[in-house]
Structure formats: structure tokens, C-alpha cells
């Protein structure tokens, strides 16, 4: 149901701009977010938006970097990636889910999931 795109290879200090399309009308009605994942470690949680939309998380490695957004009417979810670092470089995936607030930045709080996109960052 979910179609993440958007990654790539990027030098250190550069942007990208990851998308995450749903199949149907699934973002008005929940919470939505994107974590990353790199190989042998857990899958870490990145942004987060809130069912109705109203209050964005982040972790404490993103923030003032990363924003993430939703467009309803296309049924998109974003995640814009400025300033980016070397450590930024995973597969990131972006989720869905009926999540409460207090599972909203662990995996196990969402349902769906889209396939990874690779992000590199060159140092």
C-alpha cells in the first residue's frame, strides 16, 4: 500500500527529498512517519506526523534538518532532507498506522510499510 521513493547519492551538506505514496485514502485517518535502518542494526525512528496531523516528532539527530509533511489531496508524504551527513546514510522506510502517541516512534506502532529507499551520504 506503500510506495517510498526519492533516495540516492548525495554529497555531505546536500538535499534530497523522499515521497511516500499510499494506494488509497489511508494519511487523513492515520499517524504517519519514516524510519531508517542500516544493516545490523535496528530500524530507528526518523519523523513522525500525528493521525490528525497536528504535532510532528523527531528524533534528536534530525531535527532542524529534517521536515516532514503530508499532502492529503495527493496522498503523499514527504520527508525534506537538508544539511545532510554521512550518518544520515540508510535505507529509510515510511510507515503507517492507527498509532497512539506513546508507540509513535517505535515500529512496532504501524502497520504498513513501504519497501526501503537507499540514501548515501559521501563524506
Known amino acids: 500500500q506503500l510506495q517510498a521513493s526519492g533516495g540516492g547519492l548525495v554529497q555531505a551538506g546536500g538535499f534530497l527529498r523522499l515521497s511516500c505514496a499510499a494506494s488509497?485514502?489511508?494519511?487523513?485517518?492515520?499517524?504517519v512517519a519514516w524510519f531508517r535502518q542500516v544493516p545490523g542494526k535496528e530500524r530507528d525512528f526518523v519523523a513522525a506526523l500525528s493521525r490528525n496531523g497536528g504535532s510532528k516528532y523527531y528524533a534528536d539527530s534530525v531535527k532542524g534538518r529534517f521536515t516532514i509533511s503530508r499532502d492529503n489531496a495527493k496522498n503523499i508524504v514527504a520527508l525534506q532532507m537538508n544539511s545532510l551527513q554521512a550518518e544520515d546514510t540508510a535505507v529509510y522506510y515510511c510507515?503507517?498506522?492507527?498509532?497512539?502517541?506513546?508507540?509513535?516512534?517505535?515500529?512496532?506502532?504501524?502497520?504498513?510499510w513501504g519497501e526501503g529507499t537507499h540514501v548515501t551520504v559521501s563524506s
Open positions: 488509497e485514502r489511508t494519511y487523513p485517518n492515520y499517524a
Open positions: 510507515a503507517a498506522g492507527r498509532t497512539i502517541t506513546s508507540q509513535i516512534r517505535y515500529p512496532s506502532g504501524y502497520t504498513y
